[in-house]
């Protein structure tokens, strides 16, 4: 069946700019996730939805980020103002039922802030 | 101290080797340990899992934790071409995992 799927693939913006990210989650996934990958550095948690819930928002690095996710479903992440250090593959995740260790990822969106 | 410790020194072994990969934690509230595995421009995919300290095996694959001394580790048998990729260790709990850098592993053919 369909994974996790997200657009763009990869995003060069320049600074200052805003940008959107966008996530399909596997079709009934009650959970979704948004980390993201800087190079050496790992993945770092970001935000958290989990069904009709308040989003856990505590690995948001700063006010320029937010997310939302519409009907349950689809989650766009915005990056507001963006600055270079932004740079980094955005990666999503969906759970079924909201247990970490049955996330399913995506294959990231990769951000270049010039 | 980082929540999560995972030298991300890349790895090169000849085909056949073992390959050794470990980790270590701060936080004994950790319920799950994971390893992914990510091959290149993708996203990780989830290679192992465990719950409780001792090994658990998968085929080539062998993932042992040790809850007392807060260790973890991944151990490949006769490592593949195919096995090159990005490992990374996870740990849960709370609905939230946490992540190692990473090591890069290449198994030379």
């Known amino acids: 069946g369909a994974g996790v799927s997200q657009s763009p693939s990869n995003k060069v913006t320049e600074k200052g700019k805003d940008v959107e990210l966008r996530c399909d989650p596997i079709?009934?996934?009650?959970?979704l996730y948004w980390y993201r990958q800087s190079l050496g550095q790992g993945l770092e948690f970001l935000i958290y939805?989990?069904?009709?819930?308040?989003?856990?928002k505590s690995g948001l690095p700063s006010d320029r980020f937010s997310a939302e996710r519409t009907g349950g479903s689809v989650s766009t992440l915005t990056i507001q103002r963006t600055q270079q250090e932004d740079s980094a593959v955005y990666l999503c995740a969906s759970s079924p039922d909201g247990n970490t260790d049955t996330q399913y990822f995506g294959p990231g969106t990769r951000l270049t802030v010039l | 101290q980082k929540e999560v410790e995972q030298d991300p020194g890349p790895l090169s072994v000849p085909e056949g080797a073992i390959v050794s990969l470990n980790c270590t934690y701060s936080?004994?509230?950790?319920?799950?340990f994971m390893w992914y595995r990510q091959y290149s421009r993708k996203g990780p995919e989830l290679l192992m899992y465990t719950y409780s300290s001792g090994n658990k095996e998968d085929g080539r694959f062998t993932a042992q934790v040790d809850k007392s001394s807060k260790y973890i580790s991944l151990f490949i048998r006769d490592s593949q071409p195919s096995d090159s990729a990005t490992y990374l260790c996870a740990m849960g709990g709370n609905n939230r995992l946490a992540f190692g850098k990473g090591n890069q592993v290449v198994v030379i053919p």
């Open positions: 939805f989990q069904g009709n819930s308040a989003p856990d």
């Open positions: 079709s009934g996934h009650t959970a």
């Open positions: 936080n004994s509230a950790f319920q799950y």
